[in-house]
């Protein structure tokens, strides 16, 4: 092993994870070990832990996949994607963990690929130390989870004892394509698995700044007091992207769409961090029952009605940042005539006391002028006006905005009077940046969630019944859309905010959408 101390003191990025705990000896196995999440996120993740000294030595890593690859040319392809020629310590360090990376080809249907599994991870145990403890990664496509379990099962890789070593299981997203596949996937897994060795990524939980939504809201007094329907008019959660069909994803996203793609778990997950109650402590039973209860409370809309609550949209050419990009229905992958939505912006409110009435709304979007997720509370305005408003539409009133992302942070719109005779106002703002108020930036999401599922703490993952109470608000949508008569996706010139339709929601507001 190299020198892990002084590499952590040198990298102030890892410093930025708690040094306290190490897992325990184990195996690694990444389903899907040679495509693109395993490339940019997985093998980097796992890197940076052991580098920051986060991961045990006796830990290994184990490709699976179908390409007939050795092990060598396993780590050739990973040297790849990880190679830093800004990093002068990095052959080093790549020649410690290198050798603990290996390869095993197969097809996920074929039980003797799960044979050659098992006698590989022995192997590792007498070689690595791992100690029979593995972590089976399932960064492939939805339709194999099941069927990969269940040969994890057969081939006895699975341990049904909690007492001795463990087993634990990541699948990816998507969880399901609808409530029914969800159902069912849910069923078939937990044939095998216990709800304790099932671990359901959602990498938004994973980021720094959306853990911090609920530091901000329970580790300080002065918002919570305000945060609810009394005090709050509105909540905007916002998820746009530049980005459209890149690396070749048109395939995969013309099936899944923007509202399975991002809303039913990423923006539903920021939902729940904005809406839910206290917690009784931070335990992952306590948190993942409070985000429960928020899905729990979503209205289930009859397809007929989803037109009043939700607009969806499809990119057209346009130009972003000054270059041209063509419309969703010329990117590679989609089929002629698509009508998957790139575009979804609801409005919804939620059935309990804390916050009946109140509209969240809910927006996200390929091509759309910028990369920006934030999460703006509006809060009311005073109850009487005594002083000269300039007028913009929610002067007088205060706004906090969470930054997700880019320029990681918080700011806090509030009124000041302007210098002078007059007692006219104007808006100004405190403002917390990650980047000033922190010396180490953020660790990547898929650092934290894996360290977490290798210590057993499932706090930042999904539960079975959050997973069925997202699918049972989103499916009358999937529902009302999918129907035969149902009219196409209005469209939006790339590089605009989305269709001119969203703005029907707003009605009877004084809100508008956000122009980030
Ligand atoms: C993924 C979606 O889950 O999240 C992508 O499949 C999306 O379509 C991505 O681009 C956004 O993640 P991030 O971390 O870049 O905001």
């Not at 003191?9 to 195996?27: D, F, G, I, T, Y």
């Not at 145990?125 to 960064?139: K, P």
């Given at each position: ?25 184990c195996a690694i196995v990444l389903f899907g070990a040679t495509g693109d999440l395993t490339h940019r996120k997985l093998v980097p993740a796992l890197y940076?832990l052991d580098?920051?000294?986060?991961l045990?030595?006796?830990c290994a890593v184990v490709g699976f996949a179908r390409r007939d690859w050795s092990d060598q040319q396993f780590r050739d392809e990973l040297k790849k994607s990880l ?11 790549w020649?410690?963990f290198s050798p603990r990376i290996s390869y095993n080809a197969s097809n996920f249907d074929e039980?003797a690929g799960y044979e050659k599994l098992k006698q590989k991870l022995e192997e590792i145990d007498?070689a690595h130390?791992t100690?029979?403890?593995r972590l089976f990664y399932l960064a492939v496509s939805?339709?194999y989870?099941?069927?990969i379990?269940?040969h994890l099962?057969?081939a006895?890789l ?11 299981v990541i699948?990816e ?273 898929y650092?934290?969630?894996l360290?977490?599922?290798l ?62």
């Amino acid at each position: 092993m190299s020198d892990l101390g002084t590499i952590a003191e040198a990298n102030p990025l890892r410093q930025a994870l708690p040094r306290a705990k190490v897992p325990e000896p184990c195996a690694i196995v990444l389903f899907g070990a040679t495509g693109d999440l395993t490339h940019r996120k997985l093998v980097p993740a796992l890197y940076h832990l052991d580098q920051g000294g986060h991961l045990p030595g006796e830990c290994a890593v184990v490709g699976f996949a179908r390409r007939d690859w050795s092990d060598q040319q396993f780590r050739d392809e990973l040297k790849k994607s990880l190679a830093n020629p800004k990093d002068p310590g990095f052959e080093d360090s790549w020649a410690d963990f290198s050798p603990r990376i290996s390869y095993n080809a197969s097809n996920f249907d074929e039980p003797a690929g799960y044979e050659k599994l098992k006698q590989k991870l022995e192997e590792i145990d007498a070689a690595h130390g791992t100690r029979g403890n593995r972590l089976f990664y399932l960064a492939v496509s939805p339709e194999y989870f099941s069927v990969i379990v269940e040969h994890l099962g057969k081939a006895g890789l699975i341990y049904e004892d909690d007492s001795g070593p463990w087993s634990r299981v990541i699948l990816e997203k998507p969880f399901g394509h609808d409530l029914a596949s969800a159902r069912e996937l849910n069923r078939d897994i937990s044939r095998i698995l216990r709800e304790d060795q099932i671990y359901r990524i959602d990498h938004y939980l994973g980021k720094e700044t959306v853990q911090n939504i609920l530091a901000l809201r329970f580790g300080n007094s002065m918002f919570e007091p305000l945060w609810d329907r009394r005090y709050v008019e509105s909540v905007q959660i916002t998820a746009a992207e530049e980005l459209g069909m890149a690396g070749g994803r048109g395939g995969y996203y013309d099936k899944s769409g923007a509202l399975r793609d991002m809303v039913q778990n990423h923006l539903l997950q920021l939902l729940c961090l904005v809406a839910m109650e206290p917690p009784v402590d931070l335990g992952a039973d306590a948190v993942r029952n409070e985000r429960a209860k928020v899905l729990q409370s979503l209205p289930i809309w009859k397809p007929e009605e989803v037109g009043q609550h939700v607009v969806r949209g499809q990119y057209a050419g346009g130009s972003i940042q000054g270059n041209d990009v063509p419309g969703y229905l010329e990117e590679k992958g989609v089929a002629p005539g698509s009508k998957t939505e790139t575009y979804v912006a609801l409005r919804v409110t939620l059935n309990n006391w804390r916050w009946a009435g109140v509209p969240f709304f809910v927006r996200t979007g390929k091509r759309l002028p910028k990369r920006a997720t934030e999460i703006a509370i509006q809060f009311r305005k005073p109850p009487t006006n005594l002083f000269e408003i300039d007028t913009e539409a929610h002067a007088g009133a205060n706004l906090l905005v969470l930054r997700i992302q880019p320029n990681e942070g918080a700011s806090l719109a509030f009124q000041a009077k302007i210098p002078g005779s007059r007692r006219r106002l104007q808006e100004v703002r405190m403002d917390f940046r990650y980047g000033t108020a922190f010396a180490a930036p953020p660790p990547e999401a898929y650092e934290r969630l894996l360290l977490d599922c290798l210590l057993g703490d499932p706090s930042l993952y999904t539960r079975t019944d959050a997973v069925e109470a997202a699918w049972k608000f989103v499916n009358p949508i999937l529902e009302a859309w999918g129907a035969p008569d149902a009219p196409p996706p209005p469209t939006y010139p790339a590089g605009t905010w989305g269709p001119v339709e969203a703005d029907r929601l707003m009605e009877g507001t004084e809100t508008e959408w956000r122009r980030l």
